[in-house]
C-alpha cells in the first residue's frame, strides 16, 4: 500500500477541479460539499485523481468497517457473481437470504425468535420498522428525540430531527410523530446536570407527554438511536436507554433501536446497544452490513412480522452480491474481533483528544465509544457556543494535509476510520487533526 499521507498538488488539484465542475452540471444537489475526486480506496487509504493519498477517518460514513475494498469480502462477491446477481429476493428463495438472516438473528440481542427483513439502505429498513410497528399493535404514533437521523424517504424523514434543512419544504410528513430531547448532556436542553437529572429527558415522556396531550396507548414504538450519529455522535448516559426500555414496558410500546450508524463493531461492541444492557424489539442496520455494498436489514421479534404476503416487499432488498458481501464481512468483524479492536484503540484516540482538549480553548466537548468518536468544536469552553465555522475550516485544513474527515451536528468533527486502520496512520491522522485545530483562533 502507499505512504499516506502524500499530497502531490493541494486538493482539488486540476483534475479534480475538471470533473467537479462537469459533474456540477449532471448531478443533483446533495451534500456533496467536499473537493475530493476519488479513484482508488485501500484499506484505511483514500487516493484521489491528481494522485494525492490521504488517511481515511470517515470510512465512506461509518461504512467501511472492515477497510475498503477488504479482500475477503471481494473473494465472496466476486463468487456470488459467477452464480447469479439478482433473484428477486422477495419473490424467491435462495439460500444466501437463508444464511445472513440466520447469523443476523444469532448476533443480535434477544433471547426470541426473530426474523429479517432486507432492504437497499438505511431509510428503508427504518422504513420497514415503522410498518411493522404500525401494523402489529393498530397504534398510529411514534416518540423519536430531537438531533435523531433516521433517513430522509418520507416515512423515515418524519422520525428524522438533526437538521431544518433535512425537513425544509417537505411538510408535512408522516403525522403521528412526537420529538423529545435526547440526553445530551454537554448542552442539557433543560439546563440539569447528570448528578442531579434523574434521567428527566427520558422520564419527560412519561411525565409530560403521556400526562398532558399523547395518549400513551396510541403510542405503537419508541425509536432511538444508543448512540446518536447524524446529530452529533451524542453519548447518552447508560440509564437513559434504560429509562427508555422501562416506559416502553409499562404502556406496551415497542422499542426500535436504529443502528444504521452504531452497528458492525463501530462502537466497541458489535452493536452500540449492548453497551446499555437493553434488548430492543426491532433494530434497523445498514451502512456497514456490507462493506459499501447496498443493503439494509430490520431484525425483529418474529411475533411482529407481517401477517400478510405483500404488506411490505423490495425489488433488490436482499440482493445476492451485496448479501454475499454482508456475510463475509460479518464473519471478518467477529474472526478478527475487531469491535475489541475498536474499542481499544478508541479508549487510546479519546485520551489523546481529551489531553488536546486540556490545551485547545475550541475543543468543547470529546465523546464516544469505539471508533465512534466526536470533537465538539465551541467558541470557548466557558460559552459552548456553537462554531461551525471553525468545524468547516479544520476539516478543509485536515483534507489538505492529506487526512478526510467529515462533520457531524451543529458544530462537531466525527472520527470514523475504518475498524482496521492501521495504528501508524492513525496516529498520523490525529496529529493532522490536532494540529489543525490549534491552527484556529478562538
Given at each position: ?78 463468487n456470488q457473481l459467477n452464480k447469479y446477481v439478482h433473484s428477486a ?22 433471547n426470541f425468535d426473530k426474523k429479517v427483513f432486507f432492504a437497499n439502505?438505511?431509510?428503508?429498513s427504518v422504513e420497514a420498522a415503522i410498518k411493522l410497528a404500525r ?308
Amino acid at each position: 500500500m502507499p505512504k499516506a499521507p502524500k499530497i502531490n498538488t493541494p486538493p482539488p488539484g486540476p483534475k479534480a477541479r475538471e470533473i467537479i465542475e462537469k459533474s456540477k452540471k449532471y448531478l443533483a444537489t446533495t451534500t456533496r460539499d467536499f473537493p475530493l475526486v476519488i479513484t482508488k480506496m485501500e484499506n484505511d487509504l483514500i487516493i484521489d485523481i491528481d494522485g494525492n493519498v490521504y488517511i481515511d477517518f470517515a470510512a465512506g460514513i461509518a461504512v467501511a468497517n472492515v477497510g475498503h475494498r477488504n479482500p475477503e469480502v471481494i473473494k465472496a462477491v466476486m463468487n456470488q457473481l459467477n452464480k447469479y446477481v439478482h433473484s428477486a429476493p422477495h419473490d424467491f428463495f435462495d439460500d444466501i437470504q437463508y444464511k445472513v438472516a440466520k447469523k443476523l438473528v444469532e448476533i443480535t440481542p434477544g433471547n426470541f425468535d426473530k426474523k429479517v427483513f432486507f432492504a437497499n439502505s438505511g431509510t428503508e429498513s427504518v422504513e420497514a420498522a415503522i410498518k411493522l410497528a404500525r401494523r402489529a399493535t393498530g397504534k398510529p404514533r411514534f416518540i423519536a428525540f430531537i438531533r435523531a437521523f433516521h433517513g430522509r424517504t418520507m416515512g423515515s424523514l418524519s422520525l428524522t430531527a438533526s437538521k431544518p434543512v433535512h425537513q425544509k419544504k417537505y411538510y408535512p410528513t408522516t403525522p403521528g410523530v412526537e420529538h423529545v430531547p435526547y440526553a445530551y448532556c454537554y448542552r442539557c436542553p433543560f439546563k440539569l446536570t447528570p448528578d442531579i437529572c434523574d434521567m428527566w429527558c427520558a422520564k419527560y415522556i412519561e411525565e409530560i407527554l403521556f400526562d398532558t396531550y399523547v395518549p400513551p396507548d396510541e403510542v405503537a414504538a419508541i425509536v432511538v438511536e444508543p448512540i446518536q450519529g447524524e446529530g452529533g455522535y451524542i453519548v447518552p448516559p447508560e440509564g437513559f436507554i434504560k429509562e427508555l426500555r422501562r416506559i416502553a414496558n409499562k404502556y406496551g410500546i415497542l422499542l426500535i433501536v436504529d443502528e444504521v450508524q452504531s452497528g458492525f463493531g463501530r462502537s466497541g461492541k458489535f452493536w452500540a446497544i449492548e453497551h446499555f444492557g437493553v434488548i430492543p424489539d426491532i433494530i434497523t442496520a445498514a451502512k456497514a452490513i456490507a462493506d459499501g455494498f447496498p443493503l439494509g436489514a430490520t431484525i425483529f421479534k418474529a411475533e411482529l412480522d407481517f401477517e400478510e404476503s405483500g404488506a411490505h416487499s423490495s425489488t433488490f432488498g436482499g440482493n445476492a452480491i451485496s448479501l454475499a458481501a454482508a456475510l463475509a464481512n460479518i464473519e471478518y468483524i467477529l474472526k478478527h474481533k475487531l469491535h475489541e479492536r475498536a474499542a481499544k484503540l478508541g479508549h487510546d484516540v479519546l485520551k489523546i483528544l481529551n489531553d488536546a482538549k486540556e490545551e485547545i480553548e475550541i475543543i468543547g466537548d470529546v465523546r464516544g465509544k469505539g471508533f465512534m468518536i466526536g470533537i465538539e468544536i465551541v467558541k470557548s469552553k466557558q460559552s459552548k457556543e456553537f462554531y461551525p465555522e471553525a468545524r468547516n475550516k479544520i476539516i478543509e485544513k485536515a483534507l489538505k494535509k492529506g487526512l478526510v474527515l467529515l462533520p457531524t451536528g451543529k458544530s462537531a468533527i466525527r472520527i470514523a476510520p475504518p475498524l482496521t486502520i492501521e495504528e501508524e496512520n492513525l496516529h498520523k491522522g490525529l496529529e493532522i487533526l490536532i494540529d489543525a485545530i490549534k491552527q484556529i483562533k478562538g
